[in-house]
């Protein structure tokens, strides 16, 4: 075996070495950053969750509020049922919701992104930025249906047929509150990663196709089909 089939062989591992280790030291400050940061982080996913409750139903959702990571979405449901002190009283009903639980990704994916040897500043910053986009609307989409799950399995009968209403089956929002919360926060960053770097997977995975060998294979069958005829 000469000396550059054994620079070949280890060339994948010793990337390999260099991922796990970066990755390892970046991630615990990616996730830093990332929670530290979380009050403008979820800035967006506050007016994209509005718009969104806005358009299905005007008439059942009002607004939502901001504190600090945690969103408020105000509804339009006015329970009937009164508590003791509050006769007389108006009150609707209010959802909190926690969106960094459906926002990790972007520490995961900012990680992974800053781990990659040998990749240009431009393209890891437009990797994060659309990474970034990509977690907005995971985390809009779980808010959305954490709200829905809320609203008729916790908050009471009058909630619960204001979303009986809307045509939407308790099975089907379990279902969708269950693949927002368990499994598109945690494929949808490596997923992302994987495609956005297929180059550098194929790579390390030593799938990585040389075109220049296949054009001259194509070459050489182009050539005996010719001699053949001949």
Known sequence: ?????????????????????????????????????????????????????????????NAVS??????NIETLIFPNTTF??????LAVLDVVVNPMLYGYGLAVIAGLVVSIPDLKASKRILQIVMGYVLIVLVQTFGSFWETIKHLIFEAG????????????????????YQL????????????????????FISEITGLKINDDRNFDGKEVSDRQRKENKL
Request: proline share 7%; with cysteine.
């Open 84 to 89: 003791a002190g509050q006769e007389g009283k």
């Open 180 to 199: 927002s919360y368990l499994i598109i926060p945690a494929v949808v960053p490596t997923s992302y990663w994987i495609i956005m770097n297929s180059d």
């Open 157 to 176: 009968p009058d909630a619960q047929q204001a979303i009986l209403d809307t045509g939407l089956a308790p099975n089907f929002i379990a279902l969708m």
């Open 1 to 61: 075996m000469t000396k550059e089939d054994i620079e070949k062989d280890t060339y994948p591992k010793n990337i390999i070495k260099h991922l796990l280790l970066s990755t390892a030291l970046f991630l615990p400050f990616c996730f830093f950053i990332w929670f530290y940061a979380s009050s403008l982080l979820v800035i967006p996913v506050k007016y994209l969750l509005q718009l969104v409750l806005s358009l299905w139903q005007p008439d059942l959702f």
């Open 66 to 71: 901001q504190n600090q990571y945690l969103l």
